[in-house]
């Protein structure tokens, strides 16, 4: 302030002196009537005053011009013209100094101002450069003079100005490998007059490495020669270090997504698929190189395996809720190749680090044989695996679901297979299962579509039956046993005993009316079965002779040898009858047996020999299956003991084996001995009479074999 104060007053003193001056100088030329041009002294304090004060410098040059033109009259009257003409002329002057005074500190004003801006300018470029990591540099193609900004300096890791820059400077600092490239580069642009951007390397002061974007272009004068190099360089060691480890996470990326064992689909924003991995591939049939830039329906092709119909877009429903979804049950997906697979999968948003969604991910995986699996297990949970009714544990879940006050009145309809055991034993389990799968056949064909039909146990079957009457339930019954009676398991009659309730109020308990209906059953069943087991043992004994005529008349001629025994012991009436009965069963467990081994012409081994002696348990299993037939099924269950014990099944001797079956014992050797056989040759009588009297008291009652020597053999 004190220096522009002193300025001020240096300019008004240096005014007030040169006017002063010119009124003196003026005052002794006229008082002494010396005429010279004084005047002109005048101009320096008007042009001083107009330049320095602009306005009011005006002003006081106005003054400065009336005064001296009275002063000029007071001495000189006669030069008024002249006078009045250099007033006009001092005002004149005075005026166009202040008009381009003011003109030129406008100018000057915006000068100043502009000078301000490019050094504020110059200075934030110089900031910008520092912190951006940029530099330029500029060189004269005619004199070589090269120019470096202080960022180029930096970049090198220099102080600027720390030394004198040369273009060649720029090439030095360029790491080895890359100033080829960079020399290449420069001489291009200059020689073809063109513009370049590189990225390189460069080596700084310190020794560190680091990467720089290298631009440069060339500008022409206005002959179109090459007059100037301008080029830039900027840091971008971070941007490719970020680049570095966006591609190693890139990389780890793709070998996860490609080792990862489900399929994994990438598609931008619009659906179009960016990343499809190996295991996808294989599952939708498509390659990936195929598959990029496909929409993802082309692609992903996926139904609903129950209704066949085409599945929504899980990209879109991503797109547009922004959260993770997973696909619907029962999802299909057909591959290329039209292959369909059970799939599971779930889709999720990728999205930017403002929450906007770029694009989605897709993983899913193939149960096709994880779901059979669970279907699996679901119809072993429900479903009985013979006849493929539904087991009882489904039964019983429903039976809750269906006692509703809606439903009455419900109708519970229970049957049993009748002779299945028999048939078991008799013909295998096989025909057993065979028998119940009939059954099961039958069942179903008479019930209505949503009829609850299930295997209770083993012999048994349920029917649940909502909004039923008793009489319905009955009708059910009756074209059950109609269909039943046109079936046959080979020559076994379908035979089903049937017990049926039903629950009219919603009070009364479901399970004491399923109980019901369980009695009645059993109270058919002791009325049917009896009956249906005699029919089974005489199919048994007909199938058995069927398939091995040799046996019937074996059985024929055992059972006749067996009366006659009988009635030289003086039997009663009743036990010779029993006798004539159990010698034409007593092989009947033989048709459990095969016929490979029943029928072999050599030595049995000790595993068909065990099979073998299997027949009289399966005989005594068979004949006691009916109660008329208990007794003869113990004759039966004991002809091969031996008098000493060491026979079979039970190992009993002497007394302890019923008399019956120590005579169908010797009957049954007599005959096997006398007759032909595929394992032995025939005997003659008296041989045959040897063997039975060197086996008394061992294999055969010796009483028995007495009185059959000599009361029916040699008695006839």
């Given at each position: ?7 001020l ?71 008024l013209?002249?006078?009045?003409v250099?007033?006009?002329i ?5 005026l ?96 073809e ?23 440069g ?8 020669e ?53 295991v ?7 390659k ?11 692609v ?21 809720r ?111 299962d ?58 076994i ?12 109020n ?42 091995n ?12 040898l ?15 009858n ?17 016929d490979?081994?029943?029928?072999k012409p050599?030595?049995l081994t000790?595993?068909?020999w ?11 299993r ?51 001995m ?6 032995k ?13 060197r ?22």
């Open positions: 302030m004190v220096n522009t104060k002193t300025r007053n240096l300019k008004l003193s240096m005014i007030i002196s040169t006017t002063v001056i010119a009124f003196a100088v003026s005052y002794i030329c006229l008082s002494n009537r010396v005429y010279i041009i004084y005047q002109n002294l005048f101009y320096i304090p008007i042009l001083l005053s107009c330049f320095w004060y602009g306005k009011k410098g005006f002003i006081y040059s106005g003054a400065i011009a009336a005064t001296y033109f009275l002063f000029s009259l007071k001495y000189s009257p006669e030069t013209w002249d006078e009045l250099r007033l006009f001092f005002i004149a002057i005075a166009l100094t202040y008009k381009l005074t003011d003109r030129i500190k406008v100018q000057q004003s915006k000068i100043t101002n502009l000078n301000k801006m490019l050094k504020n300018d110059i200075e934030k470029f110089k900031k910008v450069e520092m912190l951006s990591h940029l530099g330029s540099y500029e060189v004269d193609l005619k004199t070589g003079k090269t120019i470096w900004s202080d960022g180029m300096f930096r970049i090198f890791g220099y102080e600027p100005g720390s030394f004198e820059p040369t273009k060649e400077k720029r090439i030095e600092f360029t790491y080895p490998d890359d100033k080829e490239l960079v020399r290449k580069s420069i001489d291009k642009a200059i020689n007059k063109c513009s370049f951007t590189i990225e390189n390397r460069i080596v700084r002061s310190d020794g560190s490495i680091r990467w720089i974007l290298s631009t272009y060339v500008e022409s004068n206005e002959y179109d090459a007059e100037k190099f301008i080029g830039s360089l900027l840091d971008i060691t971070e941007r490719k270090l970020l680049e570095k480890s966006l591609e190693e996470e890139k990389e780890k990326l793709r070998i996860t997504i490609t080792s990862i064992g489900d399929g994994v689909i990438s598609t931008d924003i619009n659906g179009r698929i960016t990343i499809l991995n190996k996808a591939e294989k599952l939708t049939g498509w990936q190189e195929e598959a990029l830039g496909k929409p993802i329906e082309e992903f092709n996926i139904i609903n395996e129950n209704t066949r119909v085409k599945c929504e877009n899980p990209i879109q429903r991503v797109v547009e922004g959260t993770i979804i997973g696909l619907a049950n029962h999802t299909a997906l057909i591959s290329k190749d039209g292959t369909e697979r059970s799939i599971a999968d779930s889709a999720a948003p990728i999205k930017d680090s403002d929450g906007n969604v770029q694009g989605v991910i897709l993983v899913f995986r193939d149960i096709t044989e994880e779901k059979r699996k669970q279907d699996e297990i679901y119809y072993m949970s429900y479903y009985d695996s013979l006849t493929g009714l539904y087991n009882r544990r489904f039964f019983e879940e429903e039976i809750k679901r269906i006692d509703t006050e809606k439903n009455l009145p419900i109708s519970i309809i229970m049957g049993d297979v009748n002779g299945l055991k028999l048939t078991n034993d008799a013909f295998g389990h096989s025909v057993g065979r028998l119940l799968r009939k059954a099961a056949e039958a069942i179903k064909s008479a019930c209505r579509a949503d009829d609850i039909v299930a295997r209770w146990g083993g012999d048994e079957f349920i029917i649940l039956l909502s909004k039923t009457k008793k009489e319905e339930a009955e009708a059910m019954v009756k074209r059950i046993k109609n269909i039943c009676s046109e079936m046959k398991i080979d020559s009659d379908v035979s089903i005993s049937f017990g049926y309730d039903t629950k009219e919603v009070d009364e308990d479901i399970f004491k009316i399923l109980k019901s209906a369980e009695d009645y059953m059993y109270n058919h069943k002791v009325v049917e079965s009896n009956s249906m087991r005699g029919n089974i043992i005489n199919t048994i004994l007909n199938t058995l002779h069927e398939k005529p040799r046996e019937e008349k074996h059985s024929k001629r055992v059972s006749e067996c009366q006659r025994i009988g009635a030289a012991m003086r039997l009663p009436e009743t036990e010779i029993k006798l004539k009965v159990s010698g034409l069963l007593h092989d009947i467990g033989k048709i459990a047996i095969e490979k081994v029943l029928n050599g030595c000790d595993q068909e065990n099979e073998i002696k299997r027949h009289p348990d399966i005989g005594y068979i004949l006691s299956s009916s109660s008329e037939m208990m007794e003869i099924a113990q004759y039966v269950l004991f002809h091969h003991e031996r008098f000493d014990g060491s026979g079979y099944p039970r190992g009993l001797k002497q007394e302890e084996i019923p008399l019956l079956s120590r005579i169908i014992a010797v009957a049954d050797s007599y005959d096997a006398t007759n032909a056989r595929t394992y040759k025939t005997l003659d009588k008296d041989t045959a009479i040897g063997e039975l009297i086996n008394k008291g061992t294999q055969f009652d010796p009483n028995v074999v007495d009185v059959f020597i000599e009361k029916v053999l040699n008695n006839p």
